[in-house]
Antibody, heavy 122, light 112 residues
Framework: EVQLVESGGGLVQPGGSLRVSCAAS????????MSWVRQAPGKGLEWVST???????FYADSVKGRFTISRDNSRNTLYLQMHSLRAEDTALYFC????????????????WGRGTLVTVSS | DIVVTQSPDSLAVSLGERATISCKSS????????????LAWYQQKPGQPPKLLIY???TRESGVPDRFSGSGSGTDFTLTISSLQAEDEALYFC????????FGQGTKLEIK
């Protein structure tokens, strides 16, 4: 079955660090463009970061310099390393696969995980 | 950055009636080289991730009922549910993917 399963969320103090993971199954994450999208409680969706299949990475201004997206091809897993966390980073973090229409991946999302909750609070 | 704004923030519609949600982008998302509008619509139910409904402004994703339709071009777009069913009660988002991506703030659709 093609799916994405996030993990690693939790409670962290302001200024702290956390790494969330997204395990892909049924397809090779290394061959896909993948993103993290977050949703603050009761709020809308916010794009966070993207990694292309060729390794290029992109970040929202709100997280640039604090978050790092990466991929472990041997584990078929996507990561988001978060540093200097702030209260406003509190959200459900989804990973999502970009939609593929040969020969290009586009920046809309046909496959989502169920998310992992990150809470930044003292 | 392209700002995407939806209206209304919420609406209540009776079963079997038409529901219409508007989405406006701060600049055109029509790419002239392929004449495609880089605009998608998602449905999100409580406790679930978003589900892709429509892309390229008007192309329905496989498996999406044909009561859902998308229209518009350039900066103004509409999601229409032709005959509202109980299971359509949800949060709806539009998203532009012309430049990176950005989402509208969401529209909460309730059954009247």
């Amino acid at each position: 079955e093609v799916q994405l399963v996030e993990s690693g969320g939790g409670l962290v103090q302001p200024g702290g660090s956390l790494r969330v993971s997204c395990a892909a199954s049924g397809f090779a994450a290394r061959s896909s463009d993948m993103s993290w999208v977050r949703q603050a409680p009761g709020k809308g969706l916010e794009w966070v970061s993207t990694i292309y299949s060729d390794g290029r990475t992109f970040y929202a201004d709100s997280v640039k310099g604090r978050f790092t997206i990466s991929r472990d091809n041997s584990r078929n897993t996507l990561y988001l390393q978060m540093h200097s966390l702030r209260a406003e980073d509190t959200a459900l973090y989804f990973c999502a696969r970009h939609y593929y229409e040969s020969p290009v991946f586009y920046w809309y999302f046909g496959l989502w995980g169920r998310g992992t909750l990150v809470t930044v609070s003292s | 950055d392209i700002v995407v704004t939806q209206s209304p923030d919420s609406l209540a519609v009776s079963l079997g009636e038409r529901a219409t949600i508007s989405c406006k982008s701060s600049q055109s998302v029509l790419y002239s080289s392929n004449n495609k509008n880089y605009l998608a619509w998602y449905q999100q139910k409580p406790g679930q991730p978003p589900k892709l409904l429509i892309y390229w402004a008007s192309t329905r994703e496989s498996g999406v009922p044909d009561r859902f339709s998308g229209s518009g071009s350039g900066t103004d777009f509409t999601l229409t549910i032709s005959s509202l069913q109980a299971e359509d009660e949800a949060l709806y988002f539009c998203q532009q993917y012309y430049s990176s991506c950005s989402f509208g703030q969401g529209t909460k659709l309730e059954i009247k």
